[in-house]
C-alpha cells in the first residue's frame, strides 16, 4: 500500500513568481539564478526514460470530487488556477513524476520527487515556446532530472533551470501549489477535479515503487553519500534562498512555533503555519503585529516568496552552506 505521510509533515509552496530561490518582482529585484555548473559524475543514470513515462493530461483523465477514489489521508498535490482547482494525487505521481497538464490557457507541468520529497510546478513556456517533460532517468544529488521535448534540455526539478543543452541556463516559472491530505484539500475545494488511475488505465490498487522508503531511515537512491548531520536526512524543511542567502526551516519547528518571523539576506520573512488547511505560508516582511487575534488571515493582501519543501539530505546537497533555523 502507499506509504501515507503525517499531516505534520504537510507543507504548502507558497505563490512563486519566478524560479525557487528568486524573490518575485513584486517583493524586490533580484540578480538573475546562478548558472548551475555540473560537475564530471555529478548527474547519475538511475533509470531509462521509458521506466518512468510521464502522463499527457486530458480531460477525461479528470474525475470530480465524489467519484475520486482516494482516502482522506492520501495526498495531494492541488492547483487553483483562473477560478478551476485541480488535485494530483502524490500516489500516481510517484509513478510518474511528471504530469503535463493544461488549465485553461495556462500550460502546466506537475512534478514531483519522491526520493527528496519535493513536489514543484511548472509553467511549460519559455521564451514564448511550449514545452513538454518527462523524468530523464537521470538524478542530480538524488533530485529528479527533468528532460523537454523539443529541445531534449535537462532540467533540475528543484532549481527549475536548463542544466545541459539548447536552453541551458534557463530559468522556468513556478506556479503557486499547495501539498496537503485529500480530506483537507476535498473540504476547501470540493468543485475541485482530480486526477483519477482509473480513467489513465490502471486497475486495482496501484504499485508502489517506493515501498517502505518514506518511513525508513534511507536517503536516497543507495545512499545519499555525506549528510550534513545538523538534521536527520530526511527531515522535512522549508528552504529559502534570498540573494546569497540561504537559510532551512524544519517543518515541524513551524507547526510548533505557528509563525517565524526571520531575517535571510536583506530581507524579513515571515512563514505562518494556517490550522484550517494543515499548511505553512511564507510571506515578506514581518507580518506579526498586523495578524488578527481571532478569525481568518487575509493572506490574498500579503505577498508571497519563494520556498521549497524538500529533505534535508536533498536541500543540502545543493546548497551544503544553508543556514539551519533553530528554536528560539
Known amino acids: ?61 479528470f474525475v470530480q470530487v465524489e467519484r475520486a477514489d482516494l482516502e482522506d489521508t492520501d495526498l495531494v498535490v492541488g492547483l487553483f488556477i483562473g477560478g478551476e482547482s485541480r488535485a494530483y494525487p502524490v500516489r500516481l505521481l510517484s509513478l510518474h513524476e511528471v504530469v503535463n497538464d493544461r488549465i ?55 532549481l527549475g533551470q536548463g542544466i545541459r543543452g539548447a536552453l541551458r541556463g534557463s530559468v522556468l516559472k513556478v506556479i503557486p501549489s499547495t501539498v496537503t491530505t485529500w480530506e483537507i484539500w476535498r473540504e476547501n475545494y470540493p468543485d475541485s477535479r482530480v486526477l483519477s488511475a482509473e480513467r489513465i488505465g490502471y486497475e486495482g490498487d496501484l504499485p508502489d515503487p517506493y515501498g517502505g522508503y518514506f518511513s525508513s531511515g534511507a536517503a536516497g537512491l543507495g545512499g545519499a553519500g555525506e549528510i550534513d548531520p545538523r538534521l536527520p536526512a530526511k527531515t522535512l524543511i522549508l528552504g529559502l534562498v534570498s540573494g546569497e542567502d540561504i537559510k532551512a526551516y524544519p517543518v515541524d519547528l513551524i507547526r510548533e512555533q505557528r509563525i517565524i518571523v526571520d531575517q535571510v539576506g536583506d530581507f524579513t520573512f515571515s512563514i505562518i503555519w494556517d490550522e484550517k488547511q494543515g499548511i505553512g505560508r511564507t510571506f515578506l516582511g514581518d507580518i506579526s503585529q498586523d495578524l488578527p487575534e481571532k478569525g481568518m488571515i487575509d493572506f490574498n493582501s500579503l505577498t508571497p516568496v519563494p520556498a521549497q519543501l524538500v529533505y534535508w539530505f536533498a536541500w543540502t546537497g545543493f546548497y551544503p552552506e544553508s543556514d539551519l533555523y533553530r528554536s528560539r
Open 1 to 61: 500500500m502507499y506509504v501515507k505521510q503525517k499531516i505534520s509533515l504537510l507543507l504548502f509552496l507558497s505563490s512563486l513568481v519566478t524560479a525557487c530561490g528568486q524573490i518575485g518582482s513584486r517583493a524586490a529585484a533580484y540578480p538573475e539564478p546562478k548558472l548551475y555548473r555540473l560537475q564530471p559524475g555529478e548527474l547519475v543514470l538511475a533509470a531509462s526514460e521509458a521506466d518512468i513515462p510521464s502522463i499527457q493530461a486530458e480531460d477525461n483523465y
Open 104 to 158: 485553461g490557457e495556462k500550460a502546466i507541468a506537475v512534478t514531483w520527487c519522491p526520493l527528496c520529497y519535493s513536489p514543484v510546478v511548472y509553467d511549460r513556456i519559455v521564451d514564448g515556446q511550449e514545452l513538454s517533460f518527462r523524468a530523464s532517468g537521470y538524478l542530480l544529488h538524488n533530485n529528479l532530472v527533468l528532460v523537454d521535448h523539443p529541445t531534449d534540455t535537462l532540467w533540475s526539478q528543484l
